[in-house]
Every structure is written in structure tokens, then in C-alpha cells.
């Protein structure tokens, strides 16, 4: 059975039942289809995202089932491994959402430990540097620079 | 091993590497004043999470131009590429960036790569950064905790905490006092040396600091509360200066032969008769007890806490009464002097110099069995409820079924006395210490005959004691060395000198730290994963002139040492180190 998606920005994929099956909320509305034909709205994920998202479970369709973990217990295999680690962090923390939107445990589970090892073995300030956060020191000075709705200068 | 690349570059190959010669002039026109921020960003502010401050200082599409500074040659610039197409921007961009200067590349690559960085605890659900953090180890949150007001508030969040694997850190006892009673004089007073004690200056102050058990943090975060606890008792042991001690004085002039800690219980068995009891939070005597018509060479306490046994040369195994020390059995049976015994529930084994072990139920004072066998004294045994192994000076290990009394192996291949036994009932692994010099691992599930695994040799005297953790065993032996081994194999990881005389006992703490006692008259602490001396934590000055360490006996937070001489030159006392540290 192949279905159709639509993505958020109205771009159209399709997809086997066998593949969407690991997402839930995927899953359930194929299943509620009236027809076969009609197109599933993945209102809440975009294109790029959707695509992604389509490609991993294709690569997946054949897993058994999934017992969720994290934490050293849980360990990624190859190929996730490489896949996740070519995305920048805009596109992780995309495919994050959708995975939460999707109900898709297992790309989540990879996902966030894929984030969590960006994280380990850093210093404050590299956190800092790569997740793009100032500290609180540099925060509280642009707020005193900033201007505020009171000295607009046009 | 899965850690991915910390670097932010970009890597859509449009950035030019470093050493890139700064080519012919073309002026771009450098609008890129950080400092200011006045040209109306609020075009730019977004309702979208992702829009930090951040965002607001360098936004693309503020123009840098607004203004009566409007620069033809630029506007004409950007108008003929906005006509372009996106592939030939890109075109456009790659040309214009292999000619532009580097600092000017340098600033572009500051105004794109926060873009490309996201705040990933700020943009996405509570949940899902929770879920995130979950991956990590203590360390690496107490990092998170750092980088903000608002990561903190995040890496507070106990629920990560309980998911910690490393589990250790849950497991201490609660914060103690140990400020009253022998504790308040301390240990340090003529003939004791403790290199790293606090001076008595500071006393006052680190006991006014234990009064509050439950801090702040313990408040808002008991989890994070007990991982920060875990690593401060850690950080006591091995580099801290040590905040309280205290001497126990009793079985003067006489040996200390066995001790044993069980919670706050401190049982002390000597060559006078005795046993003493001692509560270790108050640094006081609980009990004298006395009944023996020789000397106590053997003792344990239940599991339950509620029986002290001891075993005597005068023949007879006594089961007291924790609580009230009123003396409840005495159990006859041994035609020698009991020297070993183990426990397990209301079960208790002994074995005597009669060459025979007993199996007694202390709770009803009932004799169960007889294990016969050996041929000459038992001199260590241990049990797990259903096995019994004992070591003797007939050169053998034996493996017993304890239900039925029967003898099911045993293990030859010592070439002189078995003086030290450890067992390790889920993998059937017994390791066995003999005045041949060698340490020997047995699995008894092997086929008889072939039970032993590896054969430890190094040591060139009596191993005095063992303990065993995974596959890594340490010993420590009147050679005066410590071993490191790997059970597997029979190789010898590290051998820890420092020691100037026969080591008495040793205790392994946290993961990688071991205390030993020698009869030098010190006490050391060794990293075993580093094979290195740490420190020596207690130092007699009668040591190498009679006075000595007997044994060692160690709880999470606590150290208690055996200390006397056989010459009269040191006083007959345990002393008592405290490790401990309240909750932040």
C-alpha cells in the first residue's frame, strides 16, 4: 500500500505502509484513510524535515520491534549513526520536533543521544560556543545596550 | 566513542580555508560594526523561539545601510543579484569569497554560524531536552549547570538525576555528626601522625558546617543533591584534608584480633577475652563483652544487626545481643579453638582447629551439622547460604553443600598452608591465599579436577588479604607489596610498593581506591587504576619500632584502624577517620 504524504509547505511524497508504520500518528491516519488515494496532511512538518524523516524509516523498515532506552544502554547503529551526524543542528532539532509531532521513539531515542554526545566531555564555554547561547554575563549586557521600544532611533 | 565533532565550521565547502591569499581589492563595504545595534531591529524580532537575542544582534536582514549613507556601487550590486538565479548566487558567492579579504570573511563567518547553532534546551520541548540530558553523566551536567540561568534550571530538573547510571552515589549512608565523645579530642595527639588533617584551628568551623545535613540544593534537586554528595566523600578520601578523627582506647596491652563494622556498630575482639562494642557516630563504648575463658580470635555480626558471635580458643562460639549486649547462647560443640567463621541470615559456620567446620542457627542456638573432612586446622571459611568453603592447613580447599554436609570438591594444588579464602557465589569463583606464596582462582563448576583458573604468582610471602571486583583482584601480602591482578589470565596489572613491612590488611573503596595496614605503622591509600601511591593517611611514629597496624575495617565515609604493638610501644586502640560530607 503506498500512500501519499503532503508536508507542511505542501510538498508531496509517497511512502509504503510499511515504512510510515513506524510512526504512530503516521500509522493511525493511514489507517483512518477513507481511501488509499486520499492524502495524508503532515501539518506540522516541513518538506526537508518530511523527507528526511521518510528516508530513515525506509532504512528502518524492516526492524524488529523497538524497546526504548537511553543513556550508555543505548548504542546507534552505523548508519544512524553517520546519518544523524551530516545533519547540522538546525536540521536535528527539526527532525527532533517531527519525531515528537510523529511519535517516532526510535529516531527520537537516536536523536537526542546524537545531541547529548555533542554535549559530552565540554567545558561551559564550548557548550556555549557550540550551541550558540550567550552566558549570562553577555546577556545581561545586551540587555543595557539594546533598545527598547522607548529609544527607538527613527 | 560516538561523540560527534564539537567544531562549528561550515561545511557547504563555500568558506574559504585560512591560508587563502587575500586577493585584489574589491571593495565591499564593511558595515559589519558590531557595535551597533540601532538599526531597527525590531523588523527582525520574531515570535519564533529560535529568535534568541542572539538573533537580534546579527540579523541578515536588517540592511547595515539604512540611512542617508546609501552606497550606489553596493545598491547596484545587490540589485543585479537579487536578478540572479539561486545557483548562480551561489556561483556568485564562491567567486566573491575567494576575493575577499579574510578579515571580512572572518565577519561573515561570525554573522552566519549562529544560525547554524541552536540552543537545543531553549527551543524544544521540556521534555525532550530532559530526554536529552538523560544521556549524560554526572560530570558532564554539572558542565550543563554552567552554561546559563536558564540550562541550569534544566540540569536541576531531578527526574535526569535519578536516571544516572553511574548509581554509586545513591548508596551512602545518611550524613553523620561524629563530633561528640572520642571524636571531639580527635586522633591527633603524641605518636600519631595524620599528614592532612585539618588543624585544630579549623575544627570548629567544619563541625559547625555538618550541623546542616539537608542544604539548598538538596531542596530544590535530592538527586543532584546525592551525586554532588557521592563525588565530595570521594574527593575527601583520596585529596581532601581530613575533617574529624578519633581514638577508641580498650584491650590494653593486648592484640586486636578481629574487628568488624555493621552500620554504626564497631565490634572490636582481642586476645584479653573481650569483645568491646563501640558506636561510631557518638566515638563511644557501647558494651564490654565478657564471658570468654580465652582469648576471641573470630567474630561476625548478622546481616541483620540484631547478633554479635564470636568464636574462642577456649572452645565455644557466643551469640550476643546487639542491642543490649546480654550474652544469648553459647554454642559447644568444637574440641579446639574456633579461628573462622562466616554468616549468612540466622546460619552460622565455623571453623575450628579441631580440622571440622559447624553449622549452627544462632537465632535458636541449635547445631545443624558437622562438616568432616580436613585434615588438619580450617583456618578461613566463607559462605553464601547454600556453599561452604573453607581453606586449611592441610594444604586444600573445600567446596561443601551446606544442606546435606557433604564435601562436593576438593581443590588441591597449594604446595603449603591456605591461610586467606574469598568466594564469589554468583560466578562459583573462589580465590584462595597460601604461605606458599601463591593466590589461586578456582571455578568449582569446572570439571573436577581442572578447577582452577589461574594461578597468581608474584607475591614472595603470606597473602593477608584479598578482594575481588569484576575480573580485578587486589591483594596485599607481608612482602610488603600490593597486587593488581586480572583473574582471567593471572596477569599482574600493577604491584604498589611504599609499604617497609608485611602488609595486614586492605580495603577497597569506590572504584579505584585501596587502604592498607601494615605493620610499618601506617596507613596508605592507593589509586590502583593509576598504580600509584595517593597518600599515607596515618603514620605512627613507633612504627618500624613495634608499633603497628593490625587491620582495617571501612565503611563509604569511614576508616577504623586496629592499632597496638606486641612490645608495649604503642597503646592498644582502633582510631577512627571520618570522610564524610553532608548534602549540599
Not at chain 1, 501539518?43 to 523527507?51: I, N, P, Q, Y
Not at chain 2, 575577499?100 to 525532550?128: G, K, T, W, Y
Not at chain 2, 597473602?463 to 597486587?483: E, F, W
Amino acid at each position: 500500500m503506498v500512500y501519499t504524504l503532503i508536508s507542511s509547505d505542501g510538498e508531496e511524497f509517497r511512502a509504503d505502509g510499511h515504512s510510515i508504520k513506524q510512526s504512530k500518528v503516521l500509522g493511525l491516519a493511514a489507517k483512518n484513510l477513507e481511501s488509499a488515494d486520499t492524502p495524508i496532511q503532515v501539518e506540522k512538518v516541513k518538506g526537508d524535515t518530511m523527507r528526511r524523516v521518510l528516508e530513515w524509516c525506509e532504512n528502518h523498515r524492516d526492524d524488529g520491534p523497538y524497546v526504548s532506552k537511553c543513556g550508555p544502554a543505548l548504542r546507534l547503529p552505523h548508519w544512524d549513526f553517520r546519518w544523524l551526524k551530516d545533519l547540522d543542528n538546525q536540521q536535528l532539532f527539526d527532525l527532533i520536533t517531527a519525531t515528537n509531532d510523529l511519535q517516532m521513539r526510535q529516531l527520537m531515542d537516536y536523536s537526542c543521544k546524537t545531541v547529548a554526545n555533542m554535549a559530552k566531555g565540554k567545558n561551559p564555554e564550548q557548550l556555549r560556543q557550540i550551541f550558540g547561547i550567550m552566558s549570562d554575563e553577555e546577556e545581561a549586557e545586551l540587555a543595557l545596550h539594546e533598545p527598547g521600544p522607548s529609544n527607538a532611533t527613527h | 566513542m560516538w561523540s560527534r565533532n564539537g567544531d562549528v565550521h561550515m561545511d557547504d565547502g563555500s568558506m574559504t580555508p585560512e591560508d587563502q591569499e587575500p586577493a585584489t581589492e574589491m571593495e565591499l563595504d564593511d558595515n559589519s560594526d558590531e557595535g551597533s545595534y540601532s538599526n531597527g531591529s525590531t523588523s527582525s524580532f520574531s515570535a519564533d523561539k529560535l529568535s534568541t537575542p542572539l538573533q537580534m544582534k546579527l540579523d541578515l536582514s536588517a540592511s547595515p545601510t539604512r540611512g542617508s549613507d546609501i552606497n550606489p556601487r553596493v545598491e547596484h550590486l545587490v540589485t543585479l543579484f537579487k536578478d540572479l538565479s539561486t545557483a548562480e548566487q551561489m556561483d556568485a558567492f564562491t567567486r566573491l569569497l575567494t576575493v575577499s579579504d579574510m578579515s571580512n570573511l572572518r565577519q561573515l563567518r561570525a554573522i552566519i554560524e549562529p544560525h547554524f547553532q541552536r540552543d537545543f534546551l531553549s527551543c524544544l520541548p521540556v521534555e525532550i531536552g530532559m530526554k536529552i540530558l538523560q544521556n549524560l553523566h554526572g560530570c558532564d551536567l554539572m558542565k550543563v549547570a554552567q552554561v546559563s540561568k536558564n540550562w541550569k534550571l534544566m540540569s536541576e530538573i531531578d527526574t535526569i538525576w535519578k536516571c544516572l547510571s553511574d548509581e554509586d552515589f545513591l548508596k551512602h549512608p545518611e550524613p553523620t555528626d561524629r563530633t561528640t565523645g572520642a571524636w571531639a579530642a580527635t586522633a591527633m595527639t603524641a605518636g600519631i601522625t595524620i599528614p592532612d588533617h585539618v588543624p585544630h584551628c579549623a575544627l570548629d568551623v567544619q563541625r559547625f558546617m555538618k550541623q546542616n545535613k539537608y542544604g539548598a540544593i538538596y531542596t530544590r534537586a535530592p538527586d543532584k543533591s546525592k551525586y554532588l554528595r557521592a563525588e565530595k566523600i570521594e574527593r575527601n578520601w583520596y585529596l581532601n584534608s581530613i575533617i574529624g578523627s578519633a581514638i577508641l582506647r580498650g584491650h590494653e596491652d593486648h592484640v586486636i584480633t578481629c574487628m568488624q563494622i555493621h552500620n554504626d556498630l564497631l565490634v572490636t575482639g582481642s586476645d584479653d577475652n573481650t569483645l568491646k562494642v563501640w558506636n561510631i557516630d557518638t566515638g563511644s563504648m557501647k558494651f564490654n563483652l565478657s564471658g570468654h575463658t580465652g582469648g576471641v580470635w573470630t567474630s561476625q555480626i548478622s546481616t541483620c544487626g540484631k547478633y554479635i558471635i564470636s568464636g574462642s580458643t577456649d572452645r565455644t562460639v557466643k551469640v550476643w545481643d546487639a542491642v543490649t549486649g546480654a550474652l544469648l547462647q553459647t554454642l559447644q560443640g568444637h574440641t579446639s579453638t574456633v579461628r573462622c567463621m562466616a554468616m549468612y541470615g540466622p546460619l552460622l559456620v565455623t571453623g575450628s582447629r579441631d580440622t571440622t567446620l559447624r553449622i549452627w542457627n544462632v537465632e535458636h542456638g541449635t547445631h545443624l551439622r558437622t562438616l568432616m573432612g580436613h585434615h588438619a586446622a580450617v583456618r578461613c571459611v566463607q559462605f553464601d547460604g547454600r556453599i561452604v568453603v573453607s581453606g586449611g592447613y592441610d594444604f586444600t580447599v573445600k567446596v561443601w553443600d551446606a544442606d546435606r554436609g557433604l564435601c562436593i570438591r576438593t581443590l588441591t594444588g597449594h604446595n603449603n598452608r591456605v591461610y586467606s579464602l574469598l568466594f564469589e557465589s554468583e560466578r562459583s569463583i573462589v580465590c584462595s591465599g597460601s604461605l606458599d606464596t601463591t593466590i589461586r582462582v578456582w571455578d568449582f563448576t569446572r570439571p573436577e579436577g581442572q578447577e582452577c583458573v589461574s594461578l597468581l604468582q608474584g607475591h614472595t610471602s603470606l597473602t593477608s588479604g584479598m578482594q575481588l571486583r569484576g575480573n580485578i583482584l587486589v591483594s596485599c601480602n607481608a612482602d610488603s607489596h600490593v597486587r593488581v591482578w586480572d583473574i582471567r589470565d593471572g596477569a599482574c596489572i600493577h604491584i604498589l610498593t611504599g609499604h617497609r613491612s608485611a602488609i595486614t590488611s586492605l580495603q577497597w573503596l569506590g572504584r579505584t581506591m585501596v587502604t592498607t595496614s601494615s605493620d610499618d605503622g601506617t596507613v596508605k591509600l592507593w589509586d590502583i587504576e593509576r598504580g600509584i601511591l595517593v597518600r599515607d593517611l596515618i603514620t605512627l611514629d613507633s612504627g618500624g619500632n613495634g608499633g603497628c597496624i593490625w587491620r582495617l575495617c571501612s565503611t563509604s565515609t569511614m576508616l577504623a584502624c586496629a592499632v597496638g604493638s606486641r612490645n608495649n610501644t604503642e597503646e592498644t586502640k582502633v582510631i577512627l577517620l571520618d570522610f564524610d560530607a553532608v548534602f549540599p
